[in-house]
């Protein structure tokens, strides 16, 4: 995946979110987050760029600039931040995004056993 876009866009995908969902979380607009699906933004602020790679759940390096490994947790771990992240947020919205993600990863971990 050569673009930043194209990278969101993967990732975004296999952990079934929505731009609405991103945006919640990252703490942007929907419209930022539309630019970076749509490739009018090339490079993120760091803030912006570290949250996104959390909710990713990539590494911030993989995800800015296509190169090193991918992955940032083991989807056991990742399951476990996602749900550390809900329970610390009051944002009603934001929990129930966290609780998508963690069951994303829930299954991904189930998966992996097998």
């Given at each position: 995946m050569n673009t930043l876009a194209k990278r969101i866009a993967?990732?975004?995908?296999?952990?079934?979110?929505?731009?609405?969902?991103?945006?919640?979380?990252?703490?942007?607009?929907?419209?930022a987050v539309g630019q970076w699906e749509s490739?009018?933004?090339?490079n993120?602020?760091?803030?912006?760029l570290f949250a996104l790679a959390d909710v990713l759940n990539v590494s911030p390096k993989w995800l800015a600039l296509g190169v090193g490994p991918m992955g940032e947790l083991r989807a056991e771990d990742?399951?476990?931040?996602?749900?550390d992240c809900r329970e610390a947020t009051r944002d009603q919205a934001a929990r129930k995004v966290w609780e998508r993600i963690a069951a994303s990863f829930a299954k991904s971990a189930t998966f992996a056993k097998r």
């Open positions: 993967s990732r975004q995908k296999e952990l079934g979110l929505t731009t609405k969902d991103i945006a919640t979380l990252v703490g942007v607009s929907v419209q490739g009018g933004t090339e993120l602020k760091h803030e912006h990742a399951f476990a931040r996602a749900l």
